[in-house]
């Protein structure tokens, strides 16, 4: 049973910091890439970051670009977003998914159709 389980979040100050994990099971890490999103209440959900083990890409949402840093840890089977410079406007439910076809390019990643399994989100609250 493929499973995604994010921890982490929280509620910080603006200009805090904290790091989601999302652990993975049930499936090959090193083949799959990871995708992290979020979504505010009211708003849709939109792509933050993205991991990929075989091609090694990494991709960031203009918003978060120069913050936020994406990584992982193949032993654990584990995807890390570290989250530096929090901002209010970060305030959302944060979701890890997985990928399951070919490595996705710079104009897909963002797309959550793109993605197959979805973890159950943790909140994260910056307040100003």
């Known amino acids: 049973e493929v499973q995604l389980v994010e921890s982490g979040g929280g509620l910080v100050q603006a200009g805090g910091s904290l790091r989601l994990s999302c652990a993975t099971s049930g499936f090959t890490f090193d083949d799959y890439a990871i995708g992290w999103f979020r979504q505010a209440p009211g708003k849709e959900r939109e792509g933050v970051s993205y991991i990929s083990n075989s091609d090694n890409s990494i991709y960031y949402a203009g918003s978060v670009k120069g913050r936020f840093t994406v990584s992982s840890d193949n032993a654990k089977n584990t995807v890390y977003l570290q989250m530096n410079s929090l901002k209010p406007g970060d305030t959302a439910v944060y979701y890890c998914?997985?990928?399951?076809?070919?490595?996705?390019?710079?104009?897909?990643?963002?797309?959550?159709?793109?993605?197959?399994?979805w973890g159950q989100g943790t909140q994260v609250t910056v307040s100003s």
């Open positions: 998914a997985t990928s399951w076809g070919a490595p996705l390019y710079d104009n897909d990643w963002s797309k959550t159709s793109e993605y197959d399994y």
